[in-house]
T-cell receptor
Framework: NAGVTQTPKFRVLKTGQSMTLLCAQD?????MYWYRQDPGMGLRLIHY???????AKGEVPDGYNVSRLKKQNFLLGLESAAPSQTSVYFC?????????????FGSGTQLSVL | AQSVTQPDIHITVSEGASLELRCNYS??????LFWYVQSPGQGLQLLLK??????LVQGIKGFEAEFKRSQSSFNLRKPSVHWSDAAEYFC??????????????FGRGTSLIVHP
């Protein structure tokens, strides 16, 4: 049982480049989240999804787009990367956000934007 | 809007000593509260959670936390720390804005350093 899988694990971009981070879960979870983690800032919510075909903005959505075309996948896109987007990105999922069930986290993606 | 404050950025304890990590929240109604632990290079793992009922909750790895409404606190405790407990600890609160989906908000984390 893989749980939550993030790809890639590491990536280096130049300013202005685009990329997509993939999050896949095999637990049939409805809710999926993308967070970024920065030193001294903790985890901040970028976007989230409450089900296939739905997305919503979190605390820090600017510069990012997301898609949830399939229930098991939640994609995070950077259209034009900026150095301020250098961070560790975590995907999480939960069976039902209705009572805020336990979040299952991926192992993270380390992104550096030069 | 909800918020979570972890006032200590770093905590250093000796192995075998007791531990208390502080967490304060700001939320109008009864909050849903969580503690997560993050080992180096890993994602977060749930230690324990509080929804309602007994205000002292037990978690994994020998951790416990106590919800104190009067102090708006949910402090994490362990009676005897092991070297393997060295990690980053996050307090989180769940809110349901406008009756919609629950959104978890995390504190900035407390780094636990354990001396032998």
């Amino acid at each position: 049982n893989a749980g939550v899988t993030q790809t890639p694990k590491f990536r280096v971009l130049k300013t202005g480049q685009s990329m997509t981070l993939l999050c896949a879960q095999d637990m049939n979870h409805e809710y999926m989240y993308w967070y970024r983690q920065d030193p001294g800032m903790g985890l901040r919510l970028i976007h989230y999804s409450v089900g296939e075909g739905t997305t919503a903005k979190g605390e820090v959505p600017d510069g990012y787009n997301v898609s949830r075309l399939k229930k098991q996948n939640f994609l995070l896109g950077l259209e034009s990367a900026a150095p301020s987007q250098t961070s560790v990105y975590f995907c999480a999922s939960s069976y039902s956000g209705d009572v805020l069930e336990k979040l299952f986290f991926g192992s993270g993606t380390q992104l550096s934007v030069l | 809007a909800q918020s979570v404050t972890q006032p200590d950025i770093h905590i250093t304890v000796s192995e075998g000593a007791s531990l208390e990590l502080r967490c304060n929240y700001s939320y109008g109604a009864t909050p849903y509260l969580f503690w997560y632990v993050q080992s180096p290079g890993q994602g977060l793992q749930l230690l324990l959670k509080y929804f309602s009922g007994d205000t002292l909750v037990q978690g994994i790895k020998g951790f416990e936390a106590e919800f104190k409404r009067s102090q708006s606190s949910f402090n994490l405790r362990k009676p005897s720390v092991h070297w393997s407990d060295a990690a980053e600890y996050f307090c989180a609160v769940g809110e349901r804005p406008s009756g919609g989906s629950y959104i978890p908000t995390f504190g900035r984390g407390t780094s636990l350093i354990v001396h032998p």
